[in-house]
């Protein structure tokens, strides 16, 4: 069975500071993966996917992740922190050829940017 | 993009009493959509996977005969919880497939007392 693990479950960082997010995840056959934001009050929204094109992914607001098979990790990074992108990130897997839908998720990082 | 409304945001209900939850898309035709639940501090976990016109696929452990789903149009999924006890307060979203993507309701938070 697949399972992701996000490391930090609380990250903060100040404005303008690097954002890492951790995310492994396990699986025999590379997966497909996913993150994920959740703002107060919403849904979660796509940030960024990888399928099986380029392993250095680039999604919405500046941020990209890349996947490393040796690590088994798909970590999320973004080079400057603005306030807006306080919110809970979720890593997630799906496993190649079920439905798009069936996705194994995180257990979410929450990240708190400082002015 | 996509919008999915999932109504109510927070329920409160008695023990035993029963929860109707909505999952509607608002600007496409969903013919799968997606359950999910969260208890505090763990994942999210997928609990089924509903199908227009036809019956739900439960994941392993997630009981049919309590969490009843029907998704009787394109654009409506429900979960109904039934006979509803402490141990099922969690925190409930749904998804809707389109082109490839997953857009998600902002969630129902259930309180059973």
């Known amino acids: 069975a697949q399972s992701v693990t996000q490391l930090g479950s609380h990250v903060s960082v100040s404005e303008g500071a690097l954002v890492l997010l951790r995310c492994n995840y396990s699986?025999?056959?590379?997966?497909?993966l996913f993150w994920y934001v959740q703002y107060p009050n919403q849904g979660l929204q796509l940030l960024l996917k990888y399928t099986s094109a380029a392993t250095l992914v680039k999604g919405i607001n500046g941020f990209e992740a890349e996947f490393k098979k040796s690590e088994t990790s798909f970590h999320l990074t973004k080079p400057s922190a603005h306030m807006s992108d306080a919110a809970e990130y979720f890593c997630a897997v799906s496993e190649r050829g079920t439905s798009y839908g069936k996705l194994t998720f995180g257990q979410g990082t929450i990240l708190t940017v400082h002015p | 993009g996509a919008v999915v409304s999932q109504h109510p945001s927070r329920v409160i209900c008695k023990s035993g009493t029963s929860v109707k939850i909505e999952c509607r898309s608002l600007d496409f035709q969903a013919t799968t959509m997606f359950w999910y639940r969260q208890f505090p501090k763990q994942s999210l976990m997928l609990m089924a996977t509903?199908?227009?016109?036809?019956?739900?696929?439960?994941e392993q452990g997630v009981e049919k005969d309590k969490f009843l789903i029907n998704h009787a149009s394109l654009t409506l999924s429900t979960l109904t919880v039934t006979s509803a006890h402490p141990e099922d307060s969690s925190f409930y979203i749904c998804?809707?497939?389109?082109?490839?993507?997953?857009?998600f309701g902002s969630g129902t938070q259930l309180s059973v007392l």
């Open positions: 509903s199908n227009e016109g036809s019956k739900a696929t439960y």
């Open positions: 699986s025999s056959v590379p997966p497909y």
């Open positions: 998804s809707a497939s389109f082109n490839e993507k997953l857009f």
